[in-house]
């Protein structure tokens, strides 16, 4: 089925750690781009991707580094991870002009 | 940067009533204007869109409204049935491109 996968489905972090959020599409869309979304504050962009090996800073990129070595896939890291980066984090691609492909979500808790 | 407002957050209808979501936007260069349907657990899907070059789009039940002039756009859902309850979001963007969202809409359809 064409679309974006993303892994893991949900996760419990201890603060400091390291992580990263996996995130793959098969429709060849050039644009890739990761949001988090957090009760009360819709979805806000934490980091984006035009085309592969490019990528640019969203609204809340600190603490979060992206890459993009290919068309497919667009992969989240969390260097050192906070209890205010619990969220659900969405994954989504786009074909040009046109509106978001999102994938399912990683929740992701911080303790 | 884009800032949009989106209002209600919360709506309940009737099964069979209209329900009408309003969002307006800062950024006079915006031109994609998407809707975007989450249901619990899921990731938003992209419901119905509007290009500035268009006054009114519609797709069987859900219309989407433009009015450049005044930089706001609506939603409109006609007879309602309970499985549109869900998440609603608008979003403003240059060229479909990285999008700014609204905080969401609960829309809620009592049987």
């Known amino acids: 089925i064409a679309g974006i996968t993303q892994a893991p489905t949900s996760q419990i972090l201890a603060a400091g750690r390291r992580m990263t959020l996996r995130c793959t599409q098969d429709m060849r869309h050039n644009a890739m781009y990761w949001y988090r979304q957090d009760l009360g504050l819709g979805l806000r962009l934490i980091h984006y991707?035009?085309?592969?090996?490019?990528?640019g800073k969203g609204e809340v990129p600190d603490g979060y580094s992206v890459s993009r070595a290919n068309t497919d896939d667009f992969p989240l890291t969390l260097a050192s991870a906070v209890p205010s980066q619990t969220s659900v984090y969405f994954c989504?691609?786009?074909?040009?002009?046109?509106?978001?492909?999102f994938g399912s979500g990683t929740r992701l808790t911080v303790v | 940067g884009e800032n949009v407002e989106q209002h209600p957050s919360t709506l309940s209808v009737q099964e069979g009533d209209s329900a009408v979501i309003k969002c307006t936007y800062s950024d006079s260069a915006s031109n994609y204007f998407p809707w975007y349907k989450q249901e619990l657990g899921k990731g938003p899907q992209l419901i119905i869109d509007i290009r500035s070059n268009v006054g009114e789009k519609k797709d069987q039940r859900i219309a989407v409204t433009l009015n450049k002039t005044a930089k706001h756009f609506s939603l409109h859902i006609t007879e309602t049935q309970p499985e549109d309850s869900a998440v609603y979001f608008c979003?403003?963007?240059?060229?479909?491109?990285?999008?700014?969202f609204g905080d969401g809409t609960t829309l809620t359809v009592k049987p």
């Open positions: 989504a691609s786009s074909e040009e002009g046109h509106g978001y492909t």
């Open positions: 991707s035009n085309t592969a090996g490019t990528t």
């Open positions: 979003a403003a963007s240059i060229f479909a491109g990285k999008s700014t």
